[in-house]
């Protein structure tokens, strides 16, 4: 089943139709694109309830990161946020928690968010994005083998953010497919560059190079942008270390 992609028109409702039948028996759900199809688009669905139903899981609460003039801020749903709301949400962590401070994680590369009460008054939220989403760390999954290799990403763009000013506007501006070419581009160099990683993990370094040949052919725009976005990143560090 899909998720109505969100469009400049598409508020017409459907979307809740769909999530409330995905959700009917689940507290979230991850959608991922059918490869053979010609949508790409990923989506984390998820339902927040008055009550719980003990039947997979309850969140409660959704942390994520948006933007606001170019720099990160967190934000969040739960049961008091006010909808509905819609929006641009940020690349990072997105965590679900339940009434037992219980977390299921996913990691994303930023999107769109579009929250809304359906017909049933639970509140319906949908995270979309062109790029992947990796679920994380949780209770009710298993995650993705890439998600700590984007966590560490994640955490190696975050030093420039911290100690150089335009770092973070200049990651803030780069599309969600731009950042995510510039993290396989970057995993794929740490694999080339260590024979020992190749070695010990010839999933990953199969995963690189497959991953990189079809973004590189298939995205050659924002395979080129990510490439610009790790220069000028490198630019910034080279001189701030001088």
């Known amino acids: 089943m899909t998720i109505e992609p969100q469009?400049?028109?598409?508020?017409?409702?459907?979307?809740?139709?769909?999530?409330?039948?995905?959700?009917?028996?689940?507290?979230?759900?991850?959608i991922e694109p059918d490869k053979a199809g010609t949508d790409d688009t990923t989506h984390l669905v998820v339902a927040v309830r008055t009550q719980p139903t003990q039947q997979h899981f309850d969140p409660e609460r959704i942390e994520y990161w948006g933007c606001e003039s170019g720099r990160g801020k967190a934000a969040q749903?739960?049961?008091?946020?006010?909808?509905?709301?819609a929006g641009e949400f940020?690349?990072?962590?997105?965590?679900?928690?339940?009434?037992?401070?219980?977390?299921n994680e996913f990691l994303s590369?930023?999107?769109?968010?579009?929250?809304?009460?359906?017909?049933?008054?639970?509140?319906?939220?949908?995270?979309?994005?062109?790029?992947?989403?990796?679920r994380g760390s949780g209770h009710s999954q298993s995650p993705n083998p890439l998600a700590a290799e984007a966590g560490a990403f994640f955490a190696r763009i975050k030093v420039p953010i911290d100690f150089v000013p335009g770092a973070e506007a200049l990651i803030a501006r780069a599309a969600p497919l731009t950042l995510y070419c510039?993290?396989?581009?970057?995993?794929?160099?740490?694999?080339?560059?260590?024979?020992?990683?190749?070695?010990?993990?010839?999933?990953?370094?199969d995963w690189t190079s497959r991953e990189g040949q079809r973004m590189e052919?298939?995205?050659?725009d924002d395979?080129?942008?990510?490439?610009e976005l790790r220069r000028q990143l490198s630019a910034i560090e080279a001189i701030a270390r001088e």
């Open 7 to 30: 469009t400049p028109g598409s508020d017409n409702g459907r979307w809740l139709v769909q999530a409330g039948r995905i959700l009917s028996n689940l507290g979230f759900e991850l």
């Open 77 to 85: 749903i739960d049961r008091d946020t006010r909808l509905p709301i």
């Open 90 to 103: 940020s690349w990072g962590r997105i965590a679900l928690t339940d009434r037992l401070a219980v977390k």
């Open 109 to 134: 590369f930023g999107g769109v968010m579009r929250a809304q009460f359906g017909a049933d008054s639970v509140a319906y939220v949908d995270f979309s994005s062109h790029a992947p989403v990796f």
């Open 182 to 205: 510039a993290f396989v581009q970057s995993v794929r160099e740490r694999v080339m560059g260590a024979q020992a990683i190749r070695e010990s993990n010839r999933w990953l370094s």
């Open 217 to 220: 052919a298939a995205r050659s």
């Open 223 to 227: 395979w080129k942008a990510a490439i």
